[in-house]
C-alpha cells in the first residue's frame, strides 16, 4: 500500500520560512510527478507547484518567487520551500503524486493527509 505523508507545517510569523516534505512510502516501483496544493477554509483546493521525475518545475503565478519545489529521489520525498510567507497562505498544504506500483503499471495517483500550516503574529 502506497502511502504519502506530509510534514513541516506549523506556525510562523508573517515573512518567515517553512519547508514542507512529501515522503512517498510502501511497496511501489517509482513516483512520478508531484504537485503542492493547499485549502483554506471555505477556499477550494488550489495548486502551488509541480515538478517531474526529471526535476522539472512549474508554479503558480502567486508562489512564484517564493516558493521552490525540489525532490530527492533516493528518498522518494519532494519539499516545498516557502520563504516570505504572508497570512494568506495560512491552509492545510497537500501533496499529489503519480505512483507506478511495478514497472507495467501505468501511474496512480495519491493524496496525503495535508499539514497545517499557519502564518501570524
Known amino acids: 500500500q502506497v502511502q504519502l505523508v506530509e510534514s513541516g507545517g506549523g506556525l510562523v510569523q508573517p515573512g518567515g520560512s517553512l519547508r514542507l516534505s512529501c515522503a512517498t512510502s510502501g511497496s511501489f516501483f517509482s513516483v512520478g510527478t508531484v504537485g503542492w496544493y493547499r485549502q483554506a477554509p471555505g477556499i477550494r483546493r488550489e495548486f502551488l507547484a509541480i515538478i517531474n521525475i526529471g526535476g522539472r518545475a512549474d508554479y503558480e503565478d502567486s508562489v512564484k518567487g517564493r516558493f521552490t519545489i525540489s525532490r530527492d529521489n533516493a528518498k522518494n520525498t519532494v519539499y516545498l520551500q516557502m520563504n516570505s510567507l504572508k497570512p494568506e497562505d495560512t491552509a492545510v498544504y497537500y501533496c499529489?503524486?503519480?505512483?507506478?506500483?511495478?514497472?507495467?503499471?501505468?501511474?496512480?495517483?495519491?493524496w496525503g493527509q495535508g499539514t497545517q500550516v499557519t502564518v501570524s503574529s
Open positions: 499529489n503524486a503519480a505512483v507506478k506500483l511495478n514497472s507495467n503499471s501505468a501511474y496512480f495517483e495519491y
